[in-house]
């Protein structure tokens, strides 16, 4: 599981080691991460940098020969920001970290798992991979990239044994990269604790249901008119404020990215 020291990440970690699931975490900090393995008690860790192609690539490698038959793509960047505003160098940051790696470590594993006959590919997405907010357009493009990858890779896997779910988180409390940002939502629009993620890449294994968001119904339904009908939603979304809250996470997350 990439990602795994984040707030998400980590209370997946524990919800699958509870059900004696072998977990391997990968993230960035060895340290962190051995800390957290021992908390959990997880099989091992695998250190990469997700915005590294090589190292990626070595991940994917290291995880086949470990044998993994579940990969769990959690890993993101908030990848907030106005476009123009943004330098170069952090775009491919952006889109390498949240779409480009998901896709190489699936790439990786979906052979041994093919031969196998069975296995599961879960990616945490985003309900930003449904609709569009101000001062969002690359974390969007990557989060809208990552749920047609894992929709197209599901009808490629399906006859071969292999699931493939996305999971699409709106805002995520306690921890993480909204709950990091401390901005204030609107009323009425509510949040969900990242053990509620959790929950879902449970019932993604369990089930393999092709989608799953996690989200409050309010912001459901916002995210399903928005795919059908993006003009309205959005002259929705910023009578509700979504302007600025869009600009002050760009605002409180510049130096995460």
């Known amino acids: 599981m ?41 099989a091992g860790v695998l250190v990469a940098d997700l915005a590294d192609a090589a190292q990626v690539a070595a991940l994917g490698e290291r995880a086949v020969d470990a044998g993994v038959e579940i990969l769990i793509a959690n890993a993101g960047l908030p990848a907030s920001g106005v476009l123009v505003e943004l330098e170069q160098a952090e775009i491919d940051r952006m889109l390498d970290v949240n779409l480009r790696a998901p896709i190489a470590l699936a790439r990786s594993l979906a052979p041994s798992m093919i031969d196998r006959g069975r296995g599961q590919i879960v990616v945490i997405s985003s309900l930003a991979g449904k609709v569009a907010s101000p001062a969002s357009s690359i974390y969007s493009a990557t989060k809208f990239g990552l ?89 929705a979304a910023e009578r509700l404020g979504s302007d600025r809250i869009s600009r002050q996470l760009a605002e409180r997350q510049r130096g995460a990215r």
């Open 2 to 42: 990439t990602g795994a020291t984040g707030g998400i990440g980590r209370a997946v970690a524990a919800a699958l080691i509870a059900r004696g699931a072998r977990v391997i975490l990968s993230g960035r900090r060895r340290e962190a991460l051995e800390r957290l393995a021992g908390e959990l008690g997880a």
């Open 147 to 235: 749920r047609g990858f894992a929709l197209g890779l599901r009808a490629d896997l399906r006859a071969h044994g292999v699931g493939v779910t996305v999971i699409a988180p709106g805002f995520v409390s306690g921890e993480g990269m909204f709950a990091r940002a401390g901005v204030s939502l609107p009323a009425g629009i509510g949040t969900r604790p990242p053990e509620a993620v959790a929950a879902a890449v449970i019932r993604a294994l369990e089930r393999d249901p092709a989608e799953l968001d996690v989200a409050p119904p309010a912001l459901r339904i916002g995210a399903a008119i928005g795919s059908v009908a993006p003009g309205l939603a959005a002259w």
